[in-house]
């Protein structure tokens, strides 16, 4: 095992009716400002429940964050939040609106001169401003991190940083804000969580047996509750364990003391850069395609991953590495995820400037550094 | 899944030689008071470690604490902490050592008479001195919750308490540190994380999968993990597995949103008190009983523990049953424990006492609130 620090400090406050905790959670001398997506908390009750709890607060509110929130909006948000001398930001949607608003509240405080800084130099977040959460779409697992991604279109830029201190103080999980996403978002979250856990645990082996049971055990969570919530999708229980698994997929615990590759999250980003794929299309397409590529290097992990997620009993070990891929390929198809670009109707040969992007950016990527730009340029291809 | 918070602040630093961090996780001004237990850090080298660690603080020490720590052993430290104005407590031991801190930090910030209010008429604890911890005998998840047991012999009570404010701000894990442990050490921590696991998912479901599945993940490694420790103490992958199975199976991640039955730790408690047993010696004997006078309520559990943490193929419920109990006992007097009073040379209507006592105590206990005295008493003679 490698050695790690673990240090989660969100309090996650779970279950039906919970966002009433929220005066509980934020105290009365806060000026808040909530931040928000596009309007579908509107319809699902979320926002009258939000402002029923938050009675007696002073509230602005700041609206119009969109799937892969753009810098651009983000400071305009952090514009409104100086001028209103506002003291906690409360996130109120899914990851992106939660990545956001984790941007936004580090650019508060920010003495130098633009914060996307943290994006693309690197520069270290030393504080910001509270961030409270409350989610309605489970799967990028950033209620529970310190992770956020933003986009600049301008720039054909998809960034991310990572850092403890961009924890949300608390997030608020309540299932039934979930029993009204339409099919598209259930498959994106499901297929994002899942890969969340891939990118931790298909990698070579540091002798890690308890993480790997706890990341086959959201998979094989994921596998049973894709098909129950596609065939009842007002279940509360089935959103209830989709919403925990996504939750656990990227809460740094299954991560902690292992080897981790971020190489399908990298090259999916460049993918929804250039053609607009929502994050969970491109890592659909992308992850099959770079474990048939990476089959050899990621040999030992992958047999245990047909074995015991898949139960494929074989003896060869290619076979099972060849029906575990197969098999997980056809479970991001059956969620609702397609695994070819042929399917957005996307040619392989406007994407290979993905794999000089990214490679000009990054250098080698991958576990061992040894995915290049020729390697990425086959991965695509296989994903053709 | 029932509705549930989950908020755990320790700061876990895992890994060979992390005590060097000390300085980096307690600030320069804290007058430090080191807790510790019968000498076992001076030989193995931790307590040179800490000390060098800690050069340039100023550090008194509390030297003494036993396996199950005495209420007044602890009030011998709060008296000292109190002449001697010192600002943070660092636990340095096991998991009676730790527990110890937590109640010496409360009993510090106590305001009322008699601190032991926080055991026997479940005062809450509202603030507390911080408590750091370097972990020496991984086995009661101490270093990452906020329970304490404490047992006050002159009344014949050995009592817990739980709370969140309760926990470490840190804990160093270094497995290292664990090397020297002796068989019988390593044994008790063995049982004693397994059965912690038990207690939380050996009960009715409440439509938990992800859950279940991360506490089999635990038992898996554990049993997978005990014989390789046995045939080499000295290897350090496995000592570092085991130490992290043992803070996985107690800080309340894997207790999120299921039914709990704390009834064997109730009743290992007061054979501990009755027979000063050690803590996983009493649990080794009281589990196998209870679960076969608990079969039939616990049936549907029983069953999914054989089939998947024991690879029981019966397709009969009752022999999965009686097999996984039978595997399980294995398993504990494989590692060291006896799971009958005999072993003891205890004689049964010796331990009487005991379900009468609980029993006058707590009332009935288990998840469904159906094991009164002489239920206690029957699972006492199964265990004869």
Same mark, same amino acid.
């Given at each position: 095992?490698?050695?790690?620090?673990?240090?989660?400090?969100?309090?996650?406050?779970?279950?039906?009716?919970?966002?009433?905790?929220?005066?509980?959670?934020?105290?009365?001398?806060?000026?808040?400002?909530?931040?928000?997506?596009?309007?579908?908390?509107?319809?699902?009750?979320?926002? !009258?429940?939000?402002?029923?709890?938050?009675?007696?607060? *002073?509230?602005?509110?700041?609206?119009?964050?969109?799937?892969?929130?753009?810098?651009?909006? @983000?400071?305009?948000?952090?514009?409104?939040?100086?001028?209103?001398?506002?003291?906690?930001?409360?996130?109120?949607?899914?990851?992106?609106?939660?990545?956001? %608003?984790?941007?936004?509240?580090?650019?508060?405080?920010?003495?130098?001169?633009?914060?996307?800084?943290?994006?693309?130099?690197?520069?270290?977040?030393?504080?910001?401003?509270?961030?409270? @959460?409350?989610? %309605?779409?489970?799967? %990028?697992?950033?209620?529970?991190?310190?992770?956020?991604?933003?986009?600049?279109?301008?720039?054909?830029?998809?960034?991310?940083?990572?850092?403890?201190?961009?924890?949300?103080?608390?997030?608020?999980?309540?299932?039934?804000?979930?029993?009204?996403?339409?099919?598209?978002?259930?498959?994106?979250?499901?297929?994002?969580?899942?890969?969340?856990?891939?990118?931790?645990?298909?990698?070579?082996?540091?002798?890690?047996?308890?993480?790997?049971?706890?990341?086959?055990?959201?998979?094989? %969570?994921?596998?049973?509750?894709?098909?129950?919530?596609?065939?009842?999708?007002?279940?509360?229980?089935?959103?209830?364990?989709?919403?925990? @698994?996504?939750?656990?997929?990227?809460?740094?615990?299954?991560?902690?003391?292992?080897?981790?590759?971020?190489?399908?999250?990298?090259?999916?980003?460049?993918?929804?850069?250039?053609?607009?794929?929502?994050?969970?299309?491109?890592?659909?397409?992308?992850?099959?395609?770079?474990?048939?590529?990476?089959?050899?290097? *990621?040999?030992? *992990?992958?047999?245990?991953?047909?074995?015991?997620?898949?139960?494929?009993?074989?003896?060869?070990?290619?076979?099972?590495?060849?029906?575990?891929?197969?098999?997980?390929?056809?479970?991001?198809?059956?969620?609702?995820?397609?695994?070819?670009?042929?399917?957005?109707?996307?040619?392989?040969? !406007? @994407?290979?400037?993905?794999?000089?992007?990214?490679?000009?950016?990054?250098?080698?990527?991958?576990?061992?550094?040894?995915?290049?730009?020729?390697?990425?340029?086959?991965?695509?291809?296989?994903?053709?």
């Amino acid at each position: 095992m490698q050695s790690f620090t673990f240090y989660n400090t969100t309090k996650i406050v779970f279950g039906k009716g919970q966002i009433s905790e929220l005066s509980n959670l934020i105290s009365k001398d806060q000026k808040i400002m909530m931040i928000a997506g596009g309007g579908s908390i509107n319809k699902n009750g979320v926002y !009258d429940q939000v402002m029923s709890a938050l009675e007696g607060y *002073k509230v602005i509110e700041f609206w119009g964050l969109q799937p892969n929130p753009e810098y651009e909006k @983000c400071m305009e948000a952090v514009q409104l939040a100086k001028e209103e001398k506002v003291d906690f930001l409360l996130s109120v949607g899914g990851g992106s609106v939660l990545d956001a %608003t984790k941007f936004i509240a580090a650019a508060l405080h920010y003495e130098g001169d633009d914060p996307w800084a943290f994006l693309d130099s690197g520069e270290e977040i030393k504080s910001m401003m509270p961030v409270g @959460c409350i989610l %309605t779409l489970p799967a %990028t697992g950033s209620e529970s991190n310190g992770n956020a991604v933003i986009s600049r279109s301008e720039r054909n830029q998809k960034l991310a940083f990572s850092n403890p201190k961009a924890m949300p103080v608390f997030s608020i999980l309540d299932p039934e804000t979930t029993l009204t996403l339409d099919d598209r978002q259930t498959a994106n979250g499901i297929v994002d969580a899942f890969i969340h856990v891939m990118e931790q645990y298909m990698t070579y082996d540091v002798n890690t047996p308890l993480q790997d049971r706890q990341a086959e055990a959201i998979l094989k %969570t994921l596998i049973e509750q894709a098909p129950k919530v596609k065939a009842n999708p007002n279940d509360y229980n089935t959103r209830a364990n989709i919403m925990w @698994c996504a939750t656990q997929a990227l809460n740094t615990l299954i991560g902690s003391g292992v080897v981790q590759d971020w190489s399908t999250h990298m090259i999916g980003h460049e993918l929804t850069v250039l053609h607009g794929l929502d994050h969970a299309q491109t890592l659909a397409i992308v992850l099959p395609a770079l474990l048939k590529h990476q089959r050899k290097q *990621k040999g030992g *992990k992958l047999v245990q991953f047909g074995r015991r997620v898949w139960d494929i009993q074989d003896t060869g070990e290619d076979s099972v590495i060849q029906k575990a891929i197969e098999k997980m390929a056809g479970f991001f198809e059956e969620a609702g995820n397609p695994t070819q670009l042929s399917a957005y109707d996307i040619k392989v040969d !406007d @994407c290979l400037i993905a794999a000089k992007r990214l490679f000009e950016r990054e250098g080698k990527i991958g576990e061992r550094g040894d995915i290049g730009q020729a390697e990425i340029e086959a991965i695509l291809r296989l994903a053709e």
